[in-house]
């Protein structure tokens, strides 16, 4: 019987190729799809999942109160660390992190640019990080310990083997020993680094992080096994408060944890509480992947019930002679399961042939796991899912015709038939709309974010490190590199000028709410800030030489003179820690962070000699003599800084950046719509070519009594445009209610315009109408002698 069956099956798939083809490429096309979304979800949730100790480790993130107001902050004050430790005895192992940036190594002639981070001692025991040489007692505990990668160790050394207990020159002022050699991070790890400084040695170069009131480091620790994570975060909540850390204010600050392996996916706060991020897009591409593969077995659905009358009598015989239903449900249901087999295939080698430009796309290095059990096991699953959902309907529809009505030739459909296929058109192409609709907002928001005036010009703006002799021999620098024709405006300042994320507290003034805390951005510059960066100033001027006073006085921008309230703001008093300066210019509000996060105070020092650190020289060039501009700047650094290598950024770049992630949704949401559109089409064409052949007989007559080619086809077709207006009426309110959503995550966004709606039904319509008009022409055209000859 089973071979019985398979032969049947067999011969259909080659009688109908066609339909077959359509079939098998429609289900192809929603698995391939939905594989890739599931590889990617799996390495998206495999990230920092590699930890022995997981379920033990935790970050920090504080909670701070102020004017009625609460805030989420995730950097925290450089001691903590150790207080913990110290302080909670289910702590068992803590560290401070810090993001320093590219830092210079050499080694002899030697010289390489390499990420570089500062960690404690306890690091290398709480994270999983392959240590090929040295141990992870060992790695961070001495001050002048350095912990390198594989590549780094390969670079300078040849091997790991010959890197272990070798110094190394570090910024070209002290020497560092190797004492641990550890694997290239992968991909799947949140943090990355090409090697780790010593903390207590950072702290050495970086006196800021010794107090309680700067919050820039990241702190994470392990608790115990046998410790309870609810017990730990009570007693955690007020540890600041012994430290006196918001001074005499009635404000405070409370401490809280989160599960490490959850960091990298839930990083927002709303209400100081985490509150989603990356997971978001893992719930929507996930939701994506089982649409996808829903309208693909829709399609299925309707494209075998558009058959059915070519199958009925097959069924009528079948029953007459004596089948029994649940073995023709069995055949038919057999037939999809063999459908899908040939589709899981077809969806494996498209799979194959698009990982490298999906990988890509998205920055990842995810591989086809061909020697995975667990992904053979999901592929059966999905088989089996996939097949009994396209085979169902088809299968108990057919089962269910009655043979005697069948073989008279008088088989109609049923209006509760009707009705099911046509909701399934409409839900295709209600999911098909909302994801255009998605497709136009997300690259509207995209493109606003990286075309928005930011309040400076990114244009044409380059910043290279600030380090090394570049430190001390600054003014003739300046001085050189303004001499360049190419050139026309040099400056520096102590961050980026694409991000800039530290802060403080310790601004005052007076009239200033005690009860209050309002955390400024400070940044150090040099002279000409303004004219390099191309700032507008509101009011009073940027510093100058001419008045000597400048070197303690301040610029602020706008939204700190807000949060300040004077009127007159221009030669009043800010307090700053011990020391005081006036304010010599307001600057109008930039961005100096991504448009995530709304303008934040600022607070603008002038970085002299003895309060210059390092930073970035920023260079505003020529238009159109960027290459002639970057190879003199080349060489002069090579000159006067001869130890260390000239890197450099392009502010726009490195602002782009910023949005990678809205870029891969943008693009991904793209492919995925155009995708959803097609497979819809799919199955209305399916459902068309059903109409057609239930209403032969009626396009016959119409014919006969003078009814023109055009009248039929719009006839045929209005049914199906009403479908796909009901399909935009039900998907328009969900589709702005999900791109709303989708734009909270952003402190400047878009409006969702009306536009932007009519464009998707517009493009719906017209794809509707182009897939319909085929069958549509196709029936119009048929001689009505063929379609009455039965009558």
Request: net charge positive; aromatic share 12%.
């Amino acid at each position: 019987m089973l071979q019985n069956y398979l032969k049947i099956a067999f011969r259909n798939l080659v009688k109908n190729k066609t339909f077959s083809g359509v079939n098998i490429l429609g289900l192809a096309l929603g698995m391939a799809c939905s594989l890739l979304i599931m590889l990617w979800v799996q390495d998206e949730l495999s990230i920092d999942a590699f930890h022995a100790n997981k379920q033990q480790l935790y970050r920090i993130y504080m909670r701070e109160y102020f004017s009625g107001k609460v805030q989420g902050v995730i950097w925290t004050p450089g001691p903590l660390a150790d207080e913990l430790k110290k302080s909670i005895p289910e702590i068992q192992l803590s560290t401070p992190y810090e993001w320093v940036s590219d830092q210079t190594f050499s080694v002899g002639s030697k010289v390489n640019k390499q990420a570089t981070n500062a960690a404690s001692a306890d690091f290398f025991k709480m994270f999983s990080y392959k240590l090929l040489q040295g141990t992870a007692e060992a790695a961070l505990k001495d001050r002048n310990s350095l912990a390198i990668s594989r590549s780094m160790a390969e670079s300078f050394f040849g091997s790991p083997e010959a890197a272990i207990g070798k110094t190394i020159r570090f910024d070209n002022r002290k020497d560092l020993l190797i004492t641990a050699v550890f694997e290239n991070i992968a991909k799947n790890s949140t943090l990355t680094f090409d090697c780790l400084r010593n903390w207590d040695e950072f702290v050495e170069d970086n006196g800021w992080a010794k107090g309680w009131d700067s919050t820039d480091p990241l702190t994470f620790f392990m608790i115990r096994p046998d410790a309870d994570p609810a017990k730990v975060e009570a007693k955690i909540k007020h540890l600041l408060d012994k430290f006196n850390r918001d001074g005499n204010k009635p404000v405070h600050t409370e401490l809280a944890m989160q599960p490490f392996h959850e960091y990298y996916l839930n990083s927002n706060f709303k209400n100081a509480q985490i509150d989603g991020g990356r997971i978001e897009y893992v719930r929507l591409f996930t939701m994506v992947a089982v649409f996808i593969l829903l309208i693909a077995c829709i399609n299925f659905m309707n494209l075998a019930t558009a058959r059915s009358g070519k199958r009925a009598k097959e069924v009528g015989v079948r029953k007459v002679v004596g089948a029994m239903r649940s073995l023709l449900i069995g055949q038919f249901v057999g037939e999809a399961m063999l459908l899908t087999v040939f589709s899981i295939f077809l969806a494996i080698l498209f799979v194959a042939l698009l990982l490298p430009s999906f990988n890509s796309l998205t920055d990842k290095q995810i591989g086809l796991p061909v020697n995975d059990l667990s992904f053979w096991g999901i592929l059966a699953g999905l088989t089996l899912l996939t097949g009994l959902l396209a085979g169902s309907y088809p299968a108990f529809f057919l089962s269910a015709l009655n043979p005697i009505r069948v073989l008279k030739g008088a088989m109609k459909v049923d209006t509760k038939s009707t009705w099911l296929r046509q909701g399934l058109v409409v839900f295709q192409f209600a999911l098909s709309i909302i994801l255009i609709v998605g497709m136009i907002i997300i690259y509207r928001q995209v493109e606003y974010v990286q075309t928005k005036n930011l309040g400076y010009d990114r244009e044409n703006l380059v910043y290279f490190p600030l380090e090394g002799d570049l430190v001390k021999n600054y003014d003739v620098l300046k001085e050189q590199i303004s001499q360049i024709s190419s050139i026309k405006h040099v400056s520096h300042m102590t961050a980026s000028p694409a991000s800039n994320g530290s802060g403080t507290e310790g601004i005052t003034w007076t009239g200033s709410d005690p009860n209050g805390k309002v955390r400024f951005t400070p940044v150090g510059v040099g002279y000409d800030f303004v004219k390099t960066m191309n700032l507008s100033v509101a009011d009073g001027r940027d510093f100058s030489k001419a008045y000597p006073t400048d070197s303690t006085g301040f610029l602020i921008n706008e939204a700190a003179l807000k949060v300040i309230g004077y009127k007159n703001p221009i030669g009043k008093i800010i307090n700053w820690g011990n020391g005081k300066g006036a304010i010599i210019g307001v600057l109008k509000d930039f961005h100096f962070q991504s448009l995530h996060t709304s303008i934040r105070p600022l607070i603008a020092y002038l970085s002299t000699d003895s309060r210059r650190q390092g930073g970035n020289v920023i260079v505003r060039i020529e238009g159109g003599k960027t290459k002639e501009a970057l190879a003199k700047l080349e060489a002069l650094c090579k000159k006067m800084n001869p130890k260390f290598p000239f890197t450099y950024s392009f502010t726009d770049q490195e602002y782009a950046r910023q949005y990678q992630s809205e870029q891969v949704v943008s693009k991904l949401s793209n492919y995925f719509a155009f995708l959803a559109i097609f497979i819809s089409c799919l199955g209305l064409f399916g459902l068309a070519t059903f109409t057609a052949e239930q209403r032969t007989k009626e396009i016959g007559v119409r014919k006969v009594l003078g009814a023109s080619v055009s009248s039929i086809v719009g006839l045929l077709s209005q049914d199906f445009l009403k479908l796909v207006a009901i399909a935009i009426l039900v998907a328009s309110p969900i589709a702005w209610w999900a791109m709303n959503q989708w734009l909270q995550g952003f402190a400047y966004k878009i409006d969702i315009e009306w536009w932007m709606f009519v464009v998707a039904g517009i493009l719906s319509v017209a794809i509707a109408l182009l897939t319909v008009s085929f069958q549509s022409i196709k029936a119009a055209l048929m001689n009505p002698v063929k379609s009455l000859r039965a009558e």
